[in-house]
């Protein structure tokens, strides 16, 4: 396949493919089972979303393209991003983590039937994990809490071309807040208080981003009625270091009032951050 050729050809999730069926979205017909209709709309936009970043960022052009999924759960969006990639004559390597055993064997056994011979499902912990000395990309949906700064510090690490997070259920920022006091003496409502955390969070992340040369995109990447979680972060490297993003983050800390979060003291750890 040629190069103009691949940059040519949009994704599209077939219910009729074999991993669609193997993880049970759809059924041995190939129809998508009435529960599974919202499952198979994320991750076809999720992977849709991964091949424009992976052509923004060149790796499309690539012999081999190597993904690593942090908190894999399932696996759906893992298969989904796998037989994308195969189709496209992409030869990938992909990983995928989770501290779930049971879910890790499943994802192993059905890579083998559907002849994703390079796709491997790990237990363990993110933060635990070495894999690979580099990923072209590195995606994580839903990982919950710090998983995702886990997810981002990897990518950063290692200077990935395309980090792509969707956040899951974030505790660190609001037990902060509620803590100083911050917004909470002036947000009585716990969920306005927990949707702040939130969205403050989420922004701290896109800083930190920006200061190591990303530029950040954040989607609402399917319709609210699918999920609530509907927010993905889409990172591609661009250029050097950007300290004054890093400088930004700092003043928007003390501002809000909250001391941190994790994929910060991870950078500082990892001499990321000046």
Do not use: W
Request: net charge positive.
């Amino acid at each position: 396949m040629t190069k103009d050729k691949k940059n040519t050809i949009k994704y599209k999730l077939d219910a009729k493919d074999k991993f669609v069926i193997e993880t049970g979205i759809s059924d041995q017909n190939g129809v998508i089972k009435p529960r599974m209709h919202k499952k198979f709309k994320q991750i076809g936009r999720f992977t849709e979303i991964l091949s424009d970043k992976l052509t923004q960022s060149g790796a499309i052009n690539q012999k081999r393209v190597k993904v690593i999924d942090i908190g894999a759960g399932k696996g759906y969006m893992t298969f989904a991003i796998y037989n994308y990639l195969a189709k496209r004559d992409l030869d990938p390597v992909i990983h995928a983590v989770d501290f779930n055993e049971d879910l890790m064997k499943l994802g192993n056994e059905t890579a083998n039937k559907c002849g994703f011979e390079n796709l491997s499902f790990i237990s363990g912990f993110a933060d635990q994990y070495s894999g690979l000395a580099y990923y072209d990309a590195v995606v994580s949906l839903h990982a919950c809490d710090t998983a995702t700064d886990d997810a981002l510090f990897m990518g950063l690490k290692m200077k990935s071309k395309v980090i792509l997070c969707a956040p899951c259920c974030q505790k660190e920022v609001l037990v902060n807040l509620k803590e100083k006091k911050s917004l909470s003496k002036f947000v009585t409502h716990g969920l306005f208080l927990h949707k702040m955390a939130d969205l403050i969070t989420d922004n701290a992340r896109v800083m930190l981003l920006q200061s190591q040369g990303y530029h950040v995109d954040v989607i609402d990447f399917v319709a609210s009625e699918h999920t609530q979680k509907n927010t993905l972060i889409a990172a591609t490297k661009k250029s050097g270091k950007k300290p004054a993003f890093y400088e930004k983050y700092k003043s928007y800390k003390s501002e809000i009032g909250f001391d941190g979060i994790k994929l910060e003291q991870m950078m500082l750890e990892e001499g990321l951050l000046g």
